[in-house]
């Protein structure tokens, strides 16, 4: 018995059959996306159609509630067959969608979150720019107040969705009367004053992701999220969330390296005997179900806790522990998949090689591993009561 499915709600047991049967139906040619570094455009409809699209957005404005776990468990089924689509799925709702839910008036919301939890509009979200990357509290995107809107104007870049997006969620420093009064988190929407430049990355590569160059584009006032200068806030207190969702992706990863890395291991004969007989294939397949097991349990742990308090800053920690353990253990798991593929693991007709390039990505994304360190590392410097 594994513990980690003692850990689901019934809703999540149901959802992670309901995810895997989809993506099982409609994620047929994932190695072709990988490869020609696109997404079929209607898969987006279709999964606004089970309400995947709807990740943290409010039930009765179309979405399946700010619920960690659901998130979670979508993250990780998804990543087994596409880690790319589960990470432009998770930008679009864990990411942006989840900010407006957070952060929205009534109006706000009623606005611009139907349409993202159907899937009917694509959404990103912008902090991260050419010369702000983990020093994302300093933008150097300004919005300058003109009457009763604002011009935006600046670069953000490797932004998820960004070719194909018509929300942004933009963190731009705030400036009325010549003077900065703070960052403060705009909803755009796509117009002519916003250019994109496609990027192309070692891995991800179904995700399509830009460089956006924001040119005088004007915003209504009414846009802004909760308030001038309450963007720094909105960003910060929504980071648990993110990490816990995003890293089901990491799950993921390692399940979908195990269940490779098994099957060939019973079919390849060598030497006489199916390899997975062999001690050293064994320890391998071994290691990875270990490690998913551990990082299972202690992610859904923390997604129930977080579905429990509800965002509650004491879960920082424990969140960044697992963005770095669930991310180093899903590039080993993916690396020793290609190993017991041998050969046929190097070629790009299987996954593990995708999962490895993609694996990559969470230690870097949403927040780097030297930053959850840091963060980690303060946290003791600060003193822990609980140890
Ligand atoms: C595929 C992909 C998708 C992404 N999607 C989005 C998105 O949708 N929206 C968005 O806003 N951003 C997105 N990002 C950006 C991502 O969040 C940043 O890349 C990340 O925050 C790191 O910033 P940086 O790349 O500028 O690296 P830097 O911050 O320049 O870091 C470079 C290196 O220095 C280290 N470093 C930095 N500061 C310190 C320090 N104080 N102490 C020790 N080490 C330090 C880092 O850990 C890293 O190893 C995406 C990135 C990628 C690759």
């Known amino acids: 018995m594994l513990i980690s499915n003692e850990l689901l709600t019934d809703e999540a047991k149901d959802l992670k059959i309901a995810v895997r049967q989809f993506c099982k139906r409609e994620f047929k040619d994932t190695l072709k996306w990988d490869e020609s570094q696109n997404m079929p455009y209607e898969l987006w409809g279709k999964m606004g159609d089970i309400g995947l699209t709807g990740m943290m957005i409010d039930a009765d404005l179309g979405g399946i509630g700010p619920d960690a776990l659901l998130s979670v468990v979508i993250m990780e089924e998804m990543a087994v067959y596409s880690p790319g689509i589960a990470m ?8 942006t969608g989840n900010v407006i839910n957070r952060a929205g008036s009534k109006e706000q919301k009623a606005q611009f979150l139907p349409d993202i939890a159907s899937g009917k509009k694509i959404a990103a979200i912008c902090i991260t720019e050419p010369e702000r990357g983990s020093d994302a509290a300093h933008p150097k995107t300004r919005a300058i107040k003109r009457g009763d809107q604002y011009l935006l104007r600046g670069q953000k870049i490797f932004i998820t969705n960004a070719p194909v997006a018509d929300i942004f969620v933009v963190y731009a420093d705030t400036i009325e009367d010549g003077k900065s009064v703070g960052i403060s988190a705009f909803v755009v929407e796509k117009s002519d004053e916003i250019t994109v430049d496609k990027m192309h990355k070692m891995g991800m590569r179904a995700s399509p992701t830009g460089i956006v160059y924001f040119d005088d584009v004007p915003v209504p006032k009414e846009n802004i999220l909760r308030g001038v200068g ?19 992706e990491n799950l993921g990863i390692m399940k979908g390296s195990l269940d490779v890395a098994s099957g060939y291991a019973k079919e390849r004969i060598q030497f006489g005997k199916p390899i997975i007989k062999y001690q050293l294939i064994g320890e391998k397949l071994a290691y990875m179900l270990e490690e998913l097991e551990l990082n299972r349990t ?34 080993k798991c993916a690396e020793e998949a290609i190993q017991v593929l041998g050969g046929y693991g190097y070629t790009s007709d299987y996954y593990p090689q995708m999962y ?7 230690t870097i994304g949403a927040g780097t591993s030297e930053m959850m360190k840091l963060l980690i590392a303060r946290r003791i410097e600060g003193g822990f009561n609980d140890l």
């Not at 309450?230 to 089901?248: F, N």
């Not at 742990?301 to 965002?311: I, V, Y």
């Open 88 to 95: 432009s799925l998770g930008a679009h709702s864990i990411l």
């Open 230 to 248: 309450e963007g720094l806030h909105i960003m910060m207190e929504g980071l648990d969330a993110e990490r816990i969702g995003l890293s089901g």
């Open 298 to 331: 202690y992610l859904y742990t923390l997604a129930n806790l977080w579905n429990k308090n509800k965002g509650d800053k004491k879960l920082r920690t424990a969140t960044a522990i697992s963005k770095i353990r669930s991310a180093e253990a899903a590039v």
């Open 356 to 362: 490895w390039r993609d694996a990559k990505l969470y």
